[in-house]
């Protein structure tokens, strides 16, 4: 996408966006409210004609090859609509059907997405009495019963308890690593990070940055969970030889730092290679008697600081 421009009368409300979201990978949208996020996302999915700018989904126009884009295209909108007298079963039915799909290959995909969004549970409820996250997870399923190649989702997370969250990314994450491109919009920026690869931000209808999400600078750091913070201490120099240096992982005692937090269990931040390293530190610190609870790679807030920094020169006419 280049130069994306669209008003609504007086209102500009993309203007010039730039942006490339890659196949194999977790793209977030980031921006304030009135930013051009939505309207963005309304041209890929090809519900609005952009004023100027050019536009491809997996290689086609938006615009003059509408069908193509959606026969490769899954788009799930913030705002979820369905028929809300059939079942969640007849829904998807329904959308395997617009897709051409047959009904024995549809009813094979619609029991894989079923488990995938858990949902098997509700197959024979009427949408309409589906609480908000269980109609998201059953838009995410809409979305992907096409096996779409690129995936569009505008606040996927919305109104979805904590453990629906974790597993949203997980699925995310996983499609991503089997080739699809995902365009992810949402205000969450932990989650975002914890999930995109990249994050564009954009604000007053442009892109204002891009930030890398797996840079290198950015590994290698892990937080560990121990419920004995003495026997973690004692352990430092027996899980290291004399120089200071892991006999298997490639960390440094002194890179070793209690994090400042009251909650149980203590919690250190350590710097480690890689996650083979993060694995064999474990091991060493377990057979040393050390009663490891947790281990997790550690962010560093750089997405929410690239996002303040981006937008703080409109901030001040926002408020």
Excluded at 277 to 293: Q, S
Aim: overall charge neutral.
């Amino acid at each position: 996408m280049r130069g994306l421009r669209r008003s609504f009368g007086t209102v500009k409300a993309v203007d010039g966006i730039d942006l490339t979201a890659a196949p194999g990978e977790v793209t977030a949208l980031v921006g304030p409210n009135g930013a051009g996020k939505t309207t963005l996302l309304l041209v890929l999915a090809t519900l609005l004609a952009p004023d100027e700018g050019t536009v491809r989904v997996a290689g086609h126009d938006p615009v003059t090859a509408p069908r193509q884009v959606r026969r490769l295209m899954g788009w799930m909108p913030d705002g979820f609509g369905t028929w809300d007298t059939l079942t969640v079963r007849e829904v998807l039915a329904t959308v395997a059907a617009t897709y051409g799909i047959g009904r024995a290959a549809a009813a094979d995909r619609i029991e894989e997405l079923l488990a995938l969004v858990h949902l098997a549970d509700l197959h024979d409820r009427p949408a309409r009495v589906l609480s908000r996250g269980q109609k998201q997870r059953l838009g995410l399923a809409r979305a992907l019963v096409h096996d779409p190649d690129v995936l569009l989702l505008d606040e996927p997370a919305s109104g979805l308890d904590p453990r629906s969250r974790i597993e949203l990314r997980d699925v995310l994450r996983d499609l991503a690593d089997r080739g699809r491109t995902i365009l992810v919009s949402s205000h969450i920026l932990v989650e975002l990070e914890e999930m995109a690869d990249r994050a564009v931000i954009i604000d007053g209808g442009r892109t204002v940055a891009t930030h890398d999400l797996r840079s290198p600078g950015r590994t290698g750091r892990w937080l560990l969970a121990v419920l004995d913070a003495a026997a973690f201490e004692a352990a430092l120099p027996r899980v290291a030889d004399g120089d200071g240096r892991a006999q298997g992982p490639r960390w440094q005692p002194s890179t070793v730092r209690r994090v400042p937090v009251p909650a149980w269990p203590p919690t250190y931040e350590l710097a480690l290679g890689d996650p083979s390293a993060a694995a064999d530190l474990v091991a060493r610190l377990v057979t040393a008697g050390v009663p490891v609870c947790g281990l997790a790679p550690a962010t560093d807030g750089g997405l929410e600081a690239a996002y303040l920094s981006a937008t703080a020169e409109h901030e001040g006419a926002r408020r």
